[in-house]
């Protein structure tokens, strides 16, 4: 297993990527990168994208990462361009699948995430699901006081300054703010594998996240949707 972390280690390096959290708890290591792939949610908020790892016995896990640099929140996703676990005997395999990886990161799981946080500024959440989801943090944590503590982040993010005048203070809560925090809660969290839950189900909270019609994008966002690189 150390042959396959040190060789995603040097890959990362070799794309003028990071590492921006390595960690471990008294079974899994995990490992979070990034690479010069970014993309504006909205005037001065910046996602930018990379491949985490979780090692698991013997087996690594590689997914899809994001970090929202204005905070520097990470959320963890499955690729979703195929599964991707290897192990031990498996170096070759994933030397090879690498490259062809990150190429379709840029292409499907980057850009899909970047679109589906611009629609989740948008989405209203109803004070049943923001309970539900709570319950979820709760479960993840061991600890009560995280609900209450999510609801503060919330309502942290719900206050932050915003570029679009539809987002102004005193707004029901978005899926947008109650993404952040939970993924808030999770860089907040010492616990490597907590952590790593709770920035996956920020990841996973975003599956709902679907435009309601056409008034739900800025001008700006589809301006920068057609001009972004490949």
């Known amino acids: 297993m150390t042959e396959l972390l040190r060789h995603f280690e040097d890959f990362v390096r070799s794309q003028n990527g990071k590492i921006v959290?390595?960690?471990?708890?008294k079974k899994d290591r995990f490992i979070c990168s990034i690479?010069?792939?970014g993309?504006?949610?909205?005037?001065?908020?910046?996602?930018?994208?990379?491949?985490?790892?979780?090692?698991?016995?013997?087996?690594?896990?590689?997914?899809?990462?994001?970090?929202?640099?204005?905070?520097?929140?990470?959320?963890?996703?499955?690729?979703?361009?195929?599964?991707?676990?290897?192990?031990?005997g498996q170096l070759y395999e994933f030397q090879a699948y690498l490259p062809t990886c990150i190429e379709q990161f840029r292409e499907?799981?980057?850009?899909?995430n970047v679109e589906q946080l611009r629609f989740s500024l948008f989405q209203e959440v109803d004070e049943s699901k923001l309970r539900?989801?709570?319950?979820?943090?709760?479960?993840?944590?061991?600890?009560?006081?995280?609900?209450r503590q999510l609801f503060l982040l919330v309502r942290e993010e719900m206050n932050r300054p915003q570029p679009n005048p539809r987002l102004k203070r005193g707004r029901p809560p978005r899926l947008f703010d109650v993404v952040n925090g939970v993924t808030a809660l999770a860089r907040d969290t010492a616990d490597p594998a907590v952590r790593w839950e709770l920035m996956r189900l920020g990841g996973?909270?975003?599956?709902?996240?679907?435009?309601?019609?056409?008034?739900?994008?800025?001008?700006?966002?589809?301006?920068?949707?057609?001009t972004q690189p490949a």
């Open 39 to 88: 993309s504006s949610l909205q005037p001065g908020d910046v996602l930018t994208g990379g491949l985490a790892v979780r090692v698991e016995d013997e087996s690594l896990q590689l997914h899809a990462y994001f970090l929202r640099q204005i905070c520097t929140n990470g959320m963890v996703r499955a690729l979703q361009t195929q599964a991707a676990t290897f192990t031990v």
């Open 204 to 226: 996973e909270l975003l599956n709902s996240a679907t435009p309601s019609g056409p008034a739900e994008k800025p001008q700006y966002y589809r301006k920068e949707a057609a």
């Open 132 to 147: 539900r989801i709570a319950y979820q943090v709760a479960s993840l944590t061991g600890n009560q006081n995280s609900t």
């Open 35 to 37: 690479f010069p792939i």
């Open 21 to 25: 959290d390595y960690s471990q708890d």
């Open 108 to 112: 499907v799981d980057f850009r899909g």
